[in-house]
């Protein structure tokens, strides 16, 4: 049973960094589409960033392009994603998802793609 284990997540001032990550036990696959989402209350989920982790390919929401980055540690099964000049808008509750048996895709921000999800980690930026 492949799992999703979120950490990291934490209260922090605008403008402010901070790293989160995605630990994955279960799987039997080497490589994987990983991506981020987010939703904040009374609003829709959202992908944030998405990665191939058998290749490295990645892409990013427009709101979070030049500040968020996503990375990947295959030896420690976990991917990351590092939030630089954070906003309060980037308050969140922060999901990691996985997608297995496939490589990458052109749409690695929908949400319909992702077969395994995690419980999320809670992002608070205050101004």
């Known amino acids: 049973q492949v799992q999703l284990v979120e950490s990291g997540g934490d209260s922090v001032q605008a403008g402010g960094s901070l790293r989160i990550s995605c630990a994955v036990s279960?799987?039997?696959?080497?490589?994987?589409?990983m991506a981020w989402f987010r939703q904040a209350p009374g609003k829709e989920r959202e992908g944030v960033a998405g990665?191939?982790?058998?290749?490295?390919?990645?892409g990013y929401a427009d709101s979070v392009k030049g500040r968020f980055t996503i990375s990947q540690d295959n030896a420690k099964n976990t991917v990351y994603l590092q939030m630089n000049s954070l906003k309060p808008e980037d308050t969140a509750m922060y999901y990691c998802?996985?997608?297995?048996?496939?490589?990458?895709?052109?749409?690695?921000?929908?949400?319909?793609?992702?077969?395994?999800w995690g419980q999320g980690t809670q992002v608070t930026v205050s101004s």
């Open positions: 998802a996985r997608r297995e048996g496939r490589g990458w895709t052109a749409s690695p921000l929908n949400e319909n793609k992702y077969d395994y």
């Open positions: 279960g799987s039997t696959y080497s490589s994987a589409l």
């Open positions: 990665i191939y982790t058998g290749g490295g390919s990645t």
